[in-house]
């Protein structure tokens, strides 16, 4: 197993460009620097530098390897951190998942007040993507969307709490005639450019097309993208329109108006995923009453048109 502190070393010399660098910046003398490289370079089998000038240049090897380690090293100075937290009675590490827009409009006020209470807490923050997918590590909560029209999720190791339901509403050029009436119709858009913020197939897309299929039509795409800010762009330049939920279109660019959508209406459940073995800690369960409290003062916040 190589050591994780031969390759912090080893990337003290890549960022400052010497082993002499790396002796001050890590407070070692050069001598020592040298050697852990040596011992490095033979566990791994591997030439990290070349002689370069007066200097030595890292080799493609060695800066795979500083690449490679990186995450490695990550977790685990998270680990340390864990167990410093632990020897003391508490955890003071969360992991969050979460959609963009609650992200956005919920994550900072929830973060700001934990962090008041426990300045040593770090709170990590995965966007969109399911985080257990990308790291192998669970998340402590897990802030997603679900279809009405579809089964509830459930997911082994974790208690489902429902936050709130929420409306779509039809976004639209400022100029659109649409614009003039307080709601839009579904039916109405069978006519109309699309610009489409989801081309991922998640539960947002997916109540958006059935909606369409149910006032007789498949929407003509404009655009075609997997970012919702982009998509208001997009719209304020006269591209479309688009389908939107109200937390996302707190923030709407110039030119945009934003409207009721109605018959059907579209609506989404946003639910929160949290960990069965860290719900009854104290970080975690306040983590969740926050949520549940950011979520209820946006009930009634209609976004400016």
């Known amino acids: 197993m190589l050591n994780p502190h031969r390759l912090r070393v080893l990337q003290s010399v890549i960022a400052t460009g010497s ?39 890292p080799t493609t090897a060695a800066l795979s390897l500083a690449r490679g380690s990186t995450p490695v090293l990550q977790s685990l100075d998270e680990l340390d951190r864990l167990v410093e937290g632990l020897r003391h009675g508490r955890s003071s590490h969360l992991t969050l998942a979460s959609f963009t827009s609650a992200a956005k409009e919920w994550l900072p006020q929830v973060v700001a007040t934990l962090r008041a209470k426990d300045p040593e807490l770090t709170v990590q923050i995965s966007l969109n993507e399911p985080y257990a997918e990308k790291t192998g590590r669970p998340v402590d909560i897990d802030i997603r969307n679900e279809s009405p029209l579809e089964p509830e999720e459930h997911f082994s190791g974790y208690l489902r709490h429902l936050l709130r339901h929420e409306d779509f509403a039809v976004v639209l050029p400022v100029d659109h005639p649409l614009a003039q009436s307080e709601s839009v119709e579904v039916h109405e858009l069978s006519d109309q450019m699309w610009v489409d913020h989801d081309i991922k197939d998640s539960p947002n897309g997916r109540m958006i097309r059935t909606a369409c299929q149910a006032a007789g039509f498949v929407p003509q795409f404009a655009a075609r993208l997997d970012d919702h800010n982009a998509a208001l762009s997009l719209v304020a330049a006269g591209l479309g329109i688009t389908v939107l939920p109200h937390l996302a279109l707190q ?17 989404r459940r946003i639910v929160a995923h949290v960990r069965q073995d860290r719900a009854g800690e104290e970080l975690v369960s306040a983590a969740l009453k926050m949520l549940h409290e950011e979520s209820e003062k946006s009930l009634g916040t209609e976004p400016l048109t």
């Open 19 to 57: 082993i002499q660098g790396a002796a001050r910046s890590l407070h070692y003398s050069p001598a020592t620097v040298s050697q852990h490289m040596s011992v490095l370079a033979q566990e791994t089998g591997l030439k990290l530098f070349d002689r370069s000038g007066r200097g030595l240049s």
């Open 251 to 267: 923030d709407l660019p110039r030119g945009t108006v934003v409207r009721a959508l109605r018959n059907p209406t579209v609506q």
